[in-house]
């Protein structure tokens, strides 16, 4: 009953900063809780971040804690993943979700089956 659309990716030089959206259909979106998830090379896709429908609680990944900042602006009905100090590692086709609206008011998650609805997809580049 959602649809997720990512933008915001490009090529960017390691430590450099690229903000990822991730724009949702639907007028329930305030009562999802949204994740971002990436997908390197020859990786299975990992986490990244989450955030709840209440409240904003977040979670992250350790490999991405200090650098990156999830966020959601329910106004507008999208959810951000700001990403500073960009790595090489960081190299990834990354991915919004959306679990709910039946999960927890502070819910978060870092699975990815715990997630309902996808979006395609938006691929981030870092460079040396």
């Known amino acids: 009953q959602v649809q997720l659309v990512e933008s915001g990716g490009g090529s960017v030089q390691a430590g450099g900063s690229l903000r990822l959206s991730c724009a949702a259909s639907g007028r329930t979106f305030s009562s999802y809780a949204m994740g971002w998830f990436r997908q390197a090379p020859g990786k299975e896709r990992d986490f990244v971040a989450a955030?709840?429908?209440?409240?904003?609680?977040?979670r992250y990944a350790d490999s991405v804690k200090g650098r990156f900042t999830i966020s959601r602006d329910n106004a507008k009905n999208t959810v951000y993943l700001q990403m500073n100090s960009l790595k090489l590692e960081d190299t990834a086709v990354y991915y919004c979700?959306?679990?709910?609206?039946?999960?927890?008011?502070?819910?978060?998650?870092?699975?990815?089956?715990?997630?309902?609805?996808w979006g395609q997809g938006t691929q981030v580049t870092v460079s040396s």
């Open positions: 979700a959306a679990a709910g609206p039946s999960v927890g008011s502070y819910w978060t998650s870092s699975r990815e089956y715990d997630y309902d609805f």
């Open positions: 955030i709840s429908w209440s409240d904003s609680i977040t």
